[in-house]
Structures are given as C-alpha cells and as structure tokens.
Nanobody, 123 residues
Framework: QVQLVESGGGSVQAGDSLRLSCAAS????????IGWFRQAPGKEREFVGA????????AYADSVKGRFTISREIAKNTVWLQMNSLKPEDTAVYYC????????????????WGQGTQVTVSS
C-alpha cells in the first residue's frame, strides 16, 4: 500500500519561502509520477506541479512557474516542493499524490494521496 506523508507547511509572510516534503513509502516509484496539488478555501483542488520519478522531468502550473521547484531524493523516497516568493493567493492545503505513468495534471488520474499540509501566506 502506497503511503504519502506531507510536511513542512506553516504560516509565512508574502515574499517568504517554504519547502514542503512528501515522504513516499510502500513501493518503489520507478515509472511513477508524484504530483503536488492544492486546495484553497471555497475552491476546487488544483494542480501545482509534478515530477516524473525516473528522469526527474517536471511540469508546473502557470501560476507557480518560476517560483516553485519540485525535486526528488531517490534514496529517501522523498519529493520536495520548494516555494519561493510566496503570495497570499498561494494559501491552501497542499497535497502530494502518486500515479503510475507520466505526468498529467488531472487529479482524478492520481491514485494515492497524502493527508495535506496547510500553507498560509499573509500580506
């Protein structure tokens, strides 16, 4: 059974940085994608970015491109979401999720989800 555990959320000021982690267990993640999604109050969950485990290719939503970076540490089965220049509109619960296969942006294509971690950015 795949387990994903996010950590690293918190409350910061606009312009600050945070790094979230997603610790994955339960299998090897070769040929898998780990994605990051977020859900703000009153809004639907949206794609933030994702990483293809094998080669490290990444994809990002336009809203975070240039500010957020996803990386992975294979030996630790961990994926990182480095968030820089945070804005109040980045406030949300952030989730990591996994899927077998290459990167897609649709949340319905992801099979396993973490419990989420809250990120709050104040102006």
């Amino acid at each position: 059974q795949v387990q994903l555990v996010e950590s690293g959320g918190g409350s910061v000021q606009a312009g600050d940085s945070l790094r979230l982690s997603c610790a994955a267990s339960g299998r090897t993640f070769s040929m898998y994608t780990i994605g990051w999604f977020r859900q703000a109050p009153g809004k639907e969950r949206e794609f933030v970015g994702a990483i293809w485990w094998n080669g490290g290719s990444t994809a990002y939503a336009d809203s975070v491109k240039g500010r957020f970076t996803i990386s992975r540490e294979i030996a630790k089965n961990t994926v990182w979401l480095q968030m820089n220049s945070l804005k109040p509109e980045d406030t949300a619960v952030y989730y990591c999720a996994s899927r077998r296969g290459y990167i897609v942006t649709m949340e319905g294509s992801y099979d396993y989800w973490g419990q989420g971690t809250q990120v709050t950015v104040s102006s």
